[in-house]
């Protein structure tokens, strides 16, 4: 399977709880975001990396989330003292971006339950 | 700032019907329009996009979205849904081919047998 995989698939956890998700990106993109997915809306962006550089950050991301790419690979994504309005699902894309593309690739998601 | 609108939270079309999505955008210059689709425990897959060129555009599936500038439209349109189709469907805008892409809330898709 060549596309975007994320894990865990479900994760419930109590608040104040730290949890830890990863996505592994399609071979070769040098492109990776994290985007959050509430109930009923679409989903928001958080952060990018180009290889293993954070390019940009989210208003959404509070201190309380931090993001890593640390070889230009694969990617976490820790969410610090969970809050039961971190419950949504949290979607990882790929791209290889270049001149004339950039189409972004979605894996399935982690969907997180915070009681 | 940009924004994408989806007034259509639900559609209800029967099977062989035609399908129409509204979706418009609010973007200070040519915008790039997507339209993706995410079914129950699947990602989200591209349906079709709008860089530049012929305002007509071809997708996935049988698919195709018209660009009109005029009235900040990308609407989606199928001529004849199949059960398949039943899913949640997004319009979104990037505002640069290297930057993130903006959502609209999704218009949710069902099919009358």
């Known amino acids: 399977d060549t596309g975007v995989s994320q894990n865990p698939r479900h994760k419930i956890t109590k608040r104040g709880q730290n949890v830890t998700f990863r996505c592994d990106p399609i071979?070769?993109?040098?492109?990776l975001y994290w985007y959050r997915q509430t109930l009923g809306q679409g989903p928001e962006f958080l952060t990018y990396?180009?290889?293993?550089?954070?390019?940009?950050k989210s208003r959404l991301l509070s201190d309380r989330f931090s993001a890593e790419r640390p070889k230009g690979s694969f990617s976490t994504l820790e969410i610090q003292r969970t809050e039961q309005g971190d419950s949504a699902m949290y979607l990882c894309?790929?791209?290889?971006?270049?001149?004339?593309?950039?189409?972004?690739?979605f894996g399935p998601g982690t969907r997180l339950t915070v009681l | 700032a940009q924004s994408v609108t989806q007034p259509d939270i639900h559609i209800t079309v029967s099977e062989g019907a035609s399908l129409e999505l509204r979706c418009n955008y609010s973007?200070?210059?040519?915008?790039?329009l997507f339209w993706y689709v995410q079914s129950p425990g699947q990602g989200l897959q591209l349906l079709l996009k709008?860089?530049?060129?012929?305002?007509l555009v071809q997708g996935i599936k049988g698919f195709e979205a018209e660009f009109k500038r005029s009235q900040s439209s990308f609407n989606l349109r199928k001529p004849s849904v199949h059960w398949s189709d039943a899913a949640e469907y997004f319009c979104?805008?990037?505002?640069?081919?290297?930057?993130?892409?903006?959502f609209g809330k999704g218009t949710r898709l069902h099919i009358l047998p």
């Open positions: 894309a790929s791209s290889r971006a270049t001149l004339t593309n950039n189409e972004q690739f």
């Open positions: 071979s070769e993109h040098n492109r």
């Open positions: 990396f180009q290889n293993e550089a954070q390019l940009e």
């Open positions: 973007y200070g210059a040519t915008p790039y």
């Open positions: 709008y860089f530049s060129g012929d305002t």
């Open positions: 979104a805008v990037g505002p640069n081919r290297d930057d993130k892409i903006i």
